[in-house]
């Protein structure tokens, strides 16, 4: 009913950027909040930065400052812009998107498959 697809992994050095983004498509009445978050090997997924329909943001301490979330609400698309890259942001990096599908009368979240996103020299 709803997909999220994802582009923009690749693999950086240290202190590269990369930029990532995302586009949902399907029975979408309206988004919410949509976002990037991002599970290392061994480690729980985590949040790096989302911003709701309105404009606000919000981010990870750790990419605070490095990494800009921004989004098209007519186009339903989300990105993340990541600046300043270091190994410890390797991941895999996941779009979620938290939107009424059309006829639902609650919000429903929804997860990308994921795009790789590795920081080695």
């Known amino acids: 009913q709803v997909q999220l697809v994802e582009s923009g992994g690749g693999l950086v050095q240290p202190g590269g950027s990369l930029r990532l983004s995302c586009a949902a498509s399907g029975s979408i009445f309206n988004i919410n909040r949509m976002g990037w978050y991002r599970q290392a090997p061994g480690k729980q997924r985590e949040l790096v930065a989302t911003?709701?329909?309105?404009?606000?943001?919000n981010y990870a301490d750790s990419v605070k400052a490095r990494f800009t979330i921004s989004g098209d609400n007519a186009k339903k698309t989300v990105s993340l812009q990541m600046n300043s890259l270091q190994p410890e942001d390797t991941a895999v990096y996941y779009c979620?998107?938290?939107?009424?599908?059309?006829?639902?009368?609650?919000?429903?979240?929804?997860w990308g498959q994921g795009t790789q996103v590795t920081v080695s020299s």
């Open positions: 911003i709701t329909s309105g404009g606000n943001t």
């Open positions: 979620n998107a938290n939107l009424w599908v059309v006829g639902a009368n609650r919000l429903s979240g929804y």
